[in-house]
Nanobody, 123 residues
Framework: QVQVVESGGGLVQPGGSLALSCAVSGGAFSRYAMGWFRRTPGKEREFVASISWNSGTRYFGDSVKGRFTVSRDNTKNTVRLQMDGLVVEDTGVYYC????????????????WGQGTQVTVSS
């Protein structure tokens, strides 16, 4: 049984940085593409970033491009979302997900999901 667990959420001031981590157990992590999505207040869950199994391909949502980076460590079965230049609009619940196929911007291609971690950007 594949388990996906996010960590690292919290409260940060506008302009600050925060790193989220995601740990995957019970599956073939090194074969999965990984993705981050978020649900912000009043909006549907949206794509944030994804990374291929070998880190060779990365995608970012338009609203986070240039501010967020995604990386993974296949030796530790973890993926990291580094968030810089945070703005209030980044507030929301961030979800990590694993896909048995390639990296994607679309939720329907992801097979395993975490419970989410809250990120609040506020002064």
């Amino acid at each position: 049984q594949v388990q996906v667990v996010e960590s690292g959420g919290g409260l940060v001031q506008p302009g600050g940085s925060l790193a989220l981590s995601c740990a995957v157990s019970g599956g073939a992590f090194s074969r999965y593409a990984m993705g981050w999505f978020r649900r912000t207040p009043g909006k549907e869950r949206e794509f944030v970033a994804s990374i291929s199994w070998n880190s060779g391909t990365r995608y970012f949502g338009d609203s986070v491009k240039g501010r967020f980076t995604v990386s993974r460590d296949n030796t530790k079965n973890t993926v990291r979302l580094q968030m810089d230049g945070l703005v209030v609009e980044d507030t929301g619940v961030y979800y990590c997900a694993a896909a048995r196929g390639g990296p994607s911007r679309y939720q329907r291609y992801f097979d395993y999901w975490g419970q989410g971690t809250q990120v609040t950007v506020s002064s």
